[in-house]
């Protein structure tokens, strides 16, 4: 009797000890990971990743034209690690302010506002920020001519253009043709690939206001590659229609990239015709999406949460 009392009290140690010993080592495993986690969290991620991230956020190329790149680590709970939300006309979210309407992908930690389907595929329009895209092509310069982007307005407010390129290239210059009123541009900056604008050159136009037409070339100061560059233009204060016909980046190695897509503050030319209907059906998809997923979530904490009873 006593022999059984004290094997089954040896039995019962043994037993705690492991349970015990579990405890601890899962415990010390999950501080270890957390602490792994912390430190991977801490550390911005390298710029490959970073590319790969932005290809991603493509969907295979099906947008284009990154309007708006913001962090927003929370949203991988509801989203997960990817998810192509589709068309938003949100212009505050969270602490994001002027947001521009767009194509929403999330790409775990960043939300990329697209602006442009690739597949929708539209002509043209005279004076539109698209006239800035690929080679120069404007014959007559120092006419006011719709193969270059021109603002709504001559000189009303102040304007940027923004222009991406198709490969990622690490630019040492830029070669901006200004056709018509030139000499406006003030600043280039362009953006990492976590989002953030970075001043690359600020300054007098090299081509002199006043003179009907040039080509401004200008040294970045760029330790980094990018996909997009922004140009400002001082608008305002140089009187008419600042137009440019076309944007170069050049590479270490003189070669002059075009870019491939476009946006701008303003445009003379008339807007598209809406996309709005295929947007606002892709909007209600997407929104339902959510929903859903979220739906999905409350049902499965229920689940548990009656399992947990039962039990
Ligand atoms: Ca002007
Ligand atoms: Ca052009």
Avoid: C
Wanted: charged share 30%; hydrophobic share 35%; no cysteine.
């Amino acid at each position: 009797m006593l022999w059984n009392q004290r094997r089954s009290f040896t039995r019962l140690f043994s037993a705690a000890m492991i349970v015990m010993g579990t405890a601890l080592l899962g415990g010390v495993l999950l501080w270890v990971s957390g602490a792994v986690g912390r430190a991977l969290a801490l550390a911005p991620a390298p710029d490959t990743d970073l590319e790969k991230s932005l290809k991603k956020a493509t969907v295979d190329g099906k947008y284009a034209m990154l309007l708006h790149q913001f962090k927003a680590e929370k949203d991988a709970d509801e989203q997960g690690e990817f998810s192509d939300y589709g068309f938003r006309n949100k212009t505050e979210y969270g602490d994001q302010k002027d947001l521009p309407k767009g194509y929403w992908v999330y790409v775990q930690p960043y939300w990329y506002i697209w602006g442009e389907r690739t597949e929708t595929v539209r002509e043209k329009r005279a004076w539109g920020p698209e006239q800035a895209t690929g080679e120069p092509n404007v014959v007559n310069l120092g006419t006011d001519d719709g193969n270059a982007w021109a603002s709504k307005t001559p000189d009303e407010e102040d304007e940027w253009l923004l222009l991406e390129y198709e490969e990622p290239i690490q630019p040492v210059g830029i070669v901006i043709h200004e056709t018509f009123s030139p000499g406006a541009v003030i600043k280039v900056s362009v953006f990492k690939f976590d989002g953030t604008e970075v001043e690359a050159w600020k300054g007098a136009d090299p081509t002199a206001a006043g003179t009907g037409s040039g080509v401004s070339e200008i040294d970045l100061k760029v330790d980094f590659k990018i996909t997009r560059v922004k140009i400002y233009i001082d608008s305002k204060n140089v009187a008419g229609w600042n137009e440019i016909d076309a944007v170069g980046l050049k590479d270490k190695a003189k070669k002059v990239y075009w870019a491939k897509y476009a946006a701008a503050t303003s445009t003379y030319a008339p807007p598209y015709p809406p996309d709005d209907l295929t947007a606002s059906y892709e909007e209600r998809i997407s929104k339902l999406e959510a929903e859903n997923k979220k739906l999905r979530k409350t049902v499965e904490e229920l689940k548990k949460q009656i399992n947990k009873k039962e039990k």
